[in-house]
């Protein structure tokens, strides 16, 4: 263990995703890397509670072409498969929409997932008051959904790694809160820090995971591809707030 302050640090746990293992213990090996990119949606009306009238203001709707034009510069030359995830909220269906116009043809666009909704991921810190009502509401779920996505590519049926090695792209559209989580547990770093990084209105995360289990995360909180009239943090404009 390495150590800060006195306080232990966990080394990488290799099997973090679960993988099959062969008849020595070790993880059977794909040749595939995944390519996972996080959006978060754009700005959308905040006035009101109703989830179906929460929908993008003119502001994040250009957000949201700009981050499709984006998206699709990065997967033009994408050698593998490529598929679209959303949340089944309002402002991330609408953002979801707007960028798969930018997407190769060949997409596969995947059923609205409520396990993406946004919530509570875990006990932010710090903080002043107790979230336990809300994270038990909504971890599990989150969990679940990081579970399904977050994972090695399956070795090939014969146990051979793919030769030169190949790549696969999931672009999920969902939340801030659901995406700061994903990064942290991705990364094997304390989830409950999740409220101390910051993801702009359709803002890039890119993570990757070899065929070995390591994981990088490539871009958090990317904005580089919006203007400065265009980076908000909700209702939030620009960088001084």
């Known amino acids: ?5 006195g306080k232990p640090y966990p080394m990488w746990d290799w099997h973090w995703d679960k993988p099959a293992l062969d008849s020595g213990g070790r993880a059977a090996r794909g040749g595939t890397t995944r390519h996972i990119i ?17 929908v993008l203001t003119p502001l994040g709707r250009r957000q949201a072409a700009a981050t499709g034009k984006r998206v699709g510069d990065l997967l033009a030359g994408a050698s593998g498969p490529v598929r679209l995830h959303v949340s089944t909220m309002a402002r991330a269906r609408e953002t979801a929409s707007i960028i798969e116009q930018h997407l190769p043809e060949a997409v596969e666009v995947l059923p609205a997932n409520s396990a993406l909704a946004e919530g509570y991921p875990a006990q932010p ?10 994270v038990a509401r909504d971890s599990p779920r989150i969990e679940g959904a990081f579970a399904a996505l977050f994972h090695r590519a399956p070795p090939a049926a014969d ?25 942290l547990r991705a990364l094997q770093l304390p989830p409950e820090a999740w409220l101390r990084l910051a993801t702009f209105n359709c803002s890039l995360t890119y993570l990757v995971i070899s065929p070995h289990g390591g994981v990088s995360l490539r871009a958090l909180g990317d904005v580089g591809h919006l203007s400065m009239d265009e980076v908000t943090f909700s209702m939030q404009h620009g960088f001084e707030w």
């Open 1 to 5: 263990l390495l150590s800060q302050r």
């Open 38 to 54: 996080l959006i978060r949606h754009g700005q959308y009306d905040e006035k009101h509670r109703e989830d179906r009238l929460r």
């Open 125 to 134: 810190i710090p903080h002043k008051t107790s979230a336990a009502d809300k």
């Open 159 to 183: 146990g051979e790694a793919v030769a030169g090695g190949g790549h696969e792209y999931d672009v999920v559209v969902c939340h801030a809160n659901v995406i700061r989580y994903f990064a």
